[in-house]
C-alpha cells in the first residue's frame, strides 16, 4: 500500500500562485506513475497534470499548459505542483494520485482545498 498526504492548498487572488506538495510513504517502490487531479463542485474529477516517478516525463491538461508545473523529488518521496497565474476557474480541491504500472489510480490522498478569488 502507498499512502499519500497533500499540503499546500488555500485561498489565492487571481494571478497569485501556490505550491501543493503531497507526500507518499509506505511501498513507494512500487509506484510508476503520481498525478495531480482536481475537483470543482458539480463537475467532474479530471486530470491536472501527470508524472513518471522514474524519468520524471509529465503531461498537462491543457487548461494549465504553461501556468502549472508538476514535479517530484524522488529522495523525499515528494510531488509538487507549481501553480502560478492562478484563475478563479483553477478553484477546486486537488488530489494527489499514484499507480502502479499497468494499473489505473489505486492510491489517493485526502485532498486540499485550492480557492482562487477574483
Known amino acids: 500500500q502507498v499512502q499519500l498526504v497533500e499540503s499546500g492548498g488555500g485561498l489565492v487572488q487571481a494571478g497569485g500562485s501556490l505550491r501543493l506538495s503531497c507526500v507518499a510513504s509506505?511501498?513507494?517502490?512500487?509506484?510508476?506513475?503520481m498525478a495531480w487531479f482536481r475537483q470543482a463542485p458539480g463537475k467532474e474529477r479530471e486530470s491536472v497534470a501527470t508524472?513518471?516517478?522514474?524519468?520524471?516525463?509529465?503531461v498537462y491538461a491543457d487548461s494549465v499548459k504553461g501556468r502549472f508545473t508538476i514535479s517530484r523529488d524522488n529522495a523525499k518521496n515528494t510531488v509538487y505542483l507549481q501553480m502560478n497565474s492562478l484563475k478563479p476557474e483553477d478553484t477546486a480541491v486537488y488530489y494527489c494520485?499514484?499507480?502502479?504500472?499497468?494499473?489505473?489510480?489505486?492510491?489517493w490522498g485526502q485532498g486540499t482545498q485550492v480557492t482562487v478569488s477574483s
Open positions: 494520485a499514484g499507480r502502479t504500472a499497468g494499473q489505473g489510480y489505486d492510491y
Open positions: 509506505g511501498r513507494t517502490f512500487s509506484i510508476y506513475n
Open positions: 508524472i513518471r516517478w522514474s524519468g520524471g516525463f509529465t
